[in-house]
């Protein structure tokens, strides 16, 4: 089995930082893309950051220049880094592995649990 751990929890004021980051842990051979989703009430999860195997990133136009999303591959681990967060950025966010658990399994993609993010002076 696979589990992916968020941590970095956060209430912030506007123009503040903060910094996520998911673990995974368990059974996996390899692990292709990466991804920041986040889900405000009442809207449908969006895509908010990417990075494919080979490091290449993309962001949604609303966080581009604010957000810099990047991994550790030895330690099995993606980062979110966001700056000058505003209130709109206030959602559950949770991460996504793109990985194969042998050589011979498809992809498959897991999530986090979610983690709140609340910007707020």
């Known amino acids: 089995q696979v589990q992916l751990v968020e941590s970095g929890v956060g209430l912030v004021q506007p123009g503040g930082s903060l910094r996520l980051s998911c673990a995974a842990s368990?059974?996996?051979?390899?692990?292709?893309?990466i991804a920041w989703y986040r889900q405000a009430p009442g809207k449908e999860r969006e895509l908010v950051a990417a990075?494919?195997?080979?490091?290449?990133?993309n962001y949604a136009d609303s966080v581009k220049g604010r957000f810099t999303i990047s991994r550790d591959n030895a330690k099995k681990t993606v980062y979110l880094q966001m700056n000058s967060l505003k209130p709109e950025d206030t959602a559950v966010y949770y991460c996504n592995f793109d990985l194969r658990s042998t050589p011979l399994s498809a992809g498959y993609n897991y999530w986090g649990q979610g983690t709140q993010v609340t910007v707020s002076s």
């Open positions: 368990g059974r996996i051979f390899s692990i292709n893309a």
């Open positions: 990075i494919t195997g080979g490091g290449s990133s």
